[in-house]
């Protein structure tokens, strides 16, 4: 017998009511986290290539990168390292100097370059070939006695692999900077060249070598030339310049020629009949590739333009495609966001694989570091090949900004995208906020509905502005105001006023002091005077940057010190508060310190928490006041044996209570030590506990640094630097929910429909809560509902999936929509969102068309009269109607009337 509806119900509530298992609180990584792209060796990929190690085994293509890098990896590659789409392999520890090609022949791996040896000390002269275990010789190897000889090029051939470089002879051979390998034996090819080859390329059957030479023996020969079989001969006029890569491209050969007279211009040239035809003067170029219907050109970064216009293309930055008509930058198309140099694309799953090298300055001192990069491109879409992690690229800030999450720090790229230190969370996934900032971000603050951005500049000399505050408008990040004259580490909102603070700066970059600047519209003016922070005759030691926040809405200003004593002849450590009386700063503490080893100290964050002022820092690590005058205190810590402790964030969490977040093995407070907190922990009124008082959850650690708290859609994020949290990786970033069940990223919307039409509903839960084994459950009104015809004539499809569907909706539809997610844990229930019937008026349901909807609200009710009636009256009209509602020529009583009665049930005049 068939089942009614009303029995399903039954059991669907039966269901409902039963109990779900209850979790303890977890840790919960975020999808692409947050990291730094240069966590590659220092030094450069040059070369790279697809290289399968089983051929057509299972295995798939591994990613082979060369140049000149040690110490990459553990166990170390050097000069040469192979990614298999999990791991780095070394290659035996790789060779002694950098390599300059790689080739896969026959389904060998082959290395050229100017190494002699392998790194264990094995004899190799600059080209090797790879047997699965260990670097072989071909032949003889490059026997030129000289330390300059190189092995630059190769590319396969017909009748063997062909080398270029810097050599004269190979394998006991006289051969001039180019020469064949057949398998058994090395060959000259005629009298060779007479400069280093840097790239060779087989079009229609033929060798072309392209470089720094000018002859062939007595030929003249510039740039570019092809081998006939028997001797080198001239590809036309390249204008006396050399060349320094070749492509084809749609049937054609292309070139890139240097100009200048140090070669510091590139023009990409194509070869028609006998001549080279100038296409594009880009910068110094390093690579030339061609996929599909593009040319990429890689390189320098630089102004971009066509022969006879000017600039056309605008700015590169490092990658330019082609098309073969127009030029597009691809890569960071500004100075500001990016430093680095292309020298080498190829195909690689897929897409491309880009390699080369970051330029990074670190200030101070103003040291250039450049370490290996290297990023995929698929379908404009930019990703990073993991490396060795450098954790000095963590978050530092984050704030909830238009109900998503926004994250600030060092780092330098989300996994998929290039990033510049600031990104956007939406629940599941990452977005860039346009081209990101000009430095590490230290704070973000949401004002008047904007989100400001404050921070240190990469770059700058010393003299110039070193920090930065901006506003994001419409997908970019703006200035505001002139540069503040040093890093902005205070950034706060008080009384609708914007105050940053930092250190300020000598002409010669150093700091020398403490400075509070306000914006007053246009500029950023000192607010106060900020040296009489200590006593008159107090001469300081040293100070640490200062915090800036608000008590009882009153700006305060706090730091620690070190000041000399006339009595000891010490350096002794005072806490130095000052609030600000409307008119300038007052001094309302100078409290000595403790003493310690070094007297170094540090405040990182400021909270106020139950009525009191709560400071976090180094030495003490927090100290709390209810009077600004009297500071105890009541918390310390000690380290996690790798880094110095420190409480360096202070946030409540969405129970009220308040969290801190710092570097730490175990937290003193209450009397006692509780050594089951590690780099976060609660406040019960009374000491610091784990976030879960579970005995059994021991899984709570953060092993590194806790930077930046703050709560968002009912979960605790803690931002640093960091590579796991309770065991779950996560890349400095990580939620931590309290009970376990699932948040939203995607709550459902509102609908209209006409009577008989169809509606939707989705629901997108966060991601971390187990996404292939969540169950939903679709209610209206707070009834579940079941798949299948209604009582009131509509059907529901989906009621048991994240997508909900009426179809042939009736006046009994018309209700409120939410869904509950079920995971391990318990469940979670949606928002609520009504599904509204349009009237029968609408045109969209086939009525007349009048629309009484007239201040556009969603509803025809009593403000429509009022909006009428104050637009006949000569008020404001925003939604700019047509105040002759019945359409008889004049805007007057009878108009009003016709929209009561429309509103009433009537038909439209």
């Not at 070939?129 to 670097?135: A, F, H």
């Not at 704070?443 to 921070?455: F, K, N, P, S």
């Amino acid at each position: 017998m068939r089942q009614s509806y009303w029995t399903l119900l039954l059991a669907v509530l039966c269901l409902a009511s039963r109990a779900v298992a209850q979790c303890d609180g977890r840790w919960i990584g975020m999808d692409s986290s947050l990291s730094q792209t240069q966590h590659f060796p220092a030094g450069s990929f040059a070369r790279q290539v697809a290289w399968d190690p089983d051929g057509s085994g299972p295995q798939p293509p591994w990613l082979v990168v060369g140049g000149n890098f040690t110490g990459f990896n553990s166990p170390a590659a050097n000069h040469i390292a192979g990614w298999d789409g999990a791991v780095w392999h070394n290659f035996a520890g790789g060779f002694n100097q950098r390599v300059r090609s790689l080739i896969s022949y026959q389904g060998q791996l082959i290395a050229g370059g100017a190494f002699s040896a392998t790194q264990s000390g094995s004899p190799l002269k600059c080209i090797a070939r790879w047997d699965g275990q260990s670097w072989q010789p071909l032949g003889a190897g490059v026997t030129d006695p000289s330390s300059n000889a190189t092995i630059w090029c190769m590319a396969a051939g017909d009748d063997g692999l062909y080398v270029g470089g810097e050599f004269n002879s190979i394998g006991g051979v006289p051969a001039i900077n180019i020469a064949r390998w057949d398998g058994i034996a090395w060959h000259a090819l005629g009298v060779g060249l007479d400069g280093r080859v840097d790239d060779l390329l087989m079009y229609q059957g033929q060798m072309y070598a392209a470089g720094q030479f000018a002859h062939s023996g007595g030929i003249s020969i510039r740039g570019v030339a092809r081998w006939n079989g028997t001797t080198w001969e001239a590809t036309g006029d390249t204008g006396g310049q050399a060349a320094t890569n070749l492509a084809e491209f749609q049937g054609a050969l292309y070139a890139n020629l240097g100009t200048g007279e140090d070669q510091s211009i590139s023009t990409l040239c194509l070869l028609s009949g006998n001549a080279w035809q100038s296409l594009l003067v880009c910068p110094v170029a390093h690579a030339l590739h061609a996929a599909g219907n593009t040319l990429y050109i890689g390189g320098e970064r630089g102004s971009l333009s066509m022969p006879g216009q000017s600039n056309q293309g605008g700015y590169s930055g490092g990658l330019i495609s082609w098309d073969g008509v127009r030029a597009r930058c691809l890569l960071a198309c500004s100075v500001q966001s990016f430093s680095g140099i292309v020298y080498s694309i190829i195909d690689f799953q897929n897409g491309l694989s880009i390699a080369g090298l970051n330029t990074k300055e670190e200030l101070p001192p103003r040291n250039t570091q450049t370490t290996g990069m290297l990023f995929s491109l698929t379908n404009d879409r930019w990703r990073s090949f993991p490396g060795r992690e450098r954790m000095d690229a963590g978050v530092s800030s984050v704030v909830e900004y238009n109900g998503k999450l926004v994250v600030g720090g060092a780092f330098y790229q989300l996994r998929d995208f290039p990033a510049n230190f600031v990104a956007m969370w939406d629940g599941r996934s990452w977005t860039p906020m346009g081209e990101g900032l000009p430095g590490p971000v230290t704070r973000l603050l949401v004002h008047d509905g904007e989100l400001l951005a404050a921070g240190r500049r990469n770059y700058y000399a010393p003299g110039e502005p070193g920090g930065y505050v901006r506003r994001f408008v419409d997908g970019l990040w703006m200035p505001i105001g002139p540069e503040p004259p040093g890093a902005v580490t205070a950034f706060i909102e008080s009384g609708g006023d914007l105050l940053i603070g930092g250190p300020q700066r000598s002409v010669s970059g150093a700091d020398i002091g403490a400075g509070i600047w306000r914006w007053d519209g246009s500029n950023w003016p000192a607010f106060g005077n900020l040296t009489g922070y200590v006593p008159a005759g107090t001469q300081l030691c040293s100070y640490s940057l200062a915090l800036l926040g608000e008590f009882r809405g009153q700006i305060v200003h706090a730091l620690f010190t070190s000041e000399l004593s006339l009595v000891t002849g010490r350096c002794d450590p005072y806490l130095i508060i000052q609030k600000w009386t409307g008119e300038d700063w007052e001094l309302a503490a100078h409290t000595p310190l403790p003493a310690t080893p070094n007297n170094h100290r540090s405040l990182y964050c400021f909270a106020e928490v139950d009525n009191e002022l709560w400071m976090g820092g180094s030495n003490p690590s927090v100290v709390r006041s209810a009077t600004l005058s009297d500071w105890s205190e009541f918390a310390n810590i000690n380290g996690d044996g790798n880094t110095p402790p420190s409480i360096n964030a202070i946030a409540t969490d969405a129970g009220g209570s308040t969290i801190v977040g710092g570097v730490f093995g175990s937290l003193w407070s209450g009397g006692s030590f509780n050594f089951q907190v590690k780099g976060v922990a609660r406040w019960d009124g009374a000491q610091f506990q784990p976030l879960s008082l579970n005995p059994l959850n021991t899984y709570q650690a953060i092993a590194g640094s806790v930077n930046a708290l703050t709560t968002f859609r009912g979960e605790i994020i803690a931002g640093g630097n960091f590579s796991s949290a309770g065991g779950v990786p996560a890349l400095n970033i990580a939620r931590w929910s309290d009970s376990g069940l699932p948040t939203f990223s995607q709550q459902p919307a509102p609908a209209l429909a006409c009577l008989g039409d169809a509606a939707s509903f989705s629901v997108l839960p966060a991601s971390g809560y187990g996404d292939d084994t969540l169950t939903y459950r679709w209610i209206r009104n707070n009834t579940p509902l079941i798949d299948g015809p209604q009582p009131s004539g509509s059907a529901i499809s989906g009621a048991t999936t994240p997508l909900l569907t009426i179809t042939g909706v009736s006046a009994a539809d018309a209700a409120d929509y939410a869904c509950t997610v079920t995971d391990a844990c318990g469940s979670a229930t949606s928002q609520a969102a009504p599904l509204t019937l349009r009237p029968a008026y609408d045109r969209i349901c086939g009525g007349p068309g009048c629309d009484p909807d007239l201040n556009h609200d969603g509803v025809a009710d009593d403000s429509d009269i009022a909006y009428l009636i104050n637009t006949i009256a000569g008020g404001d009209n925003p939604t700019n109607i047509n105040p002759d509602f019945n359409q008889d020529g004049a805007a007057d009583q009878t108009d009003i009337d016709a929209l009561i009665n429309v509103i009433a049930g009537g038909v439209c005049p």
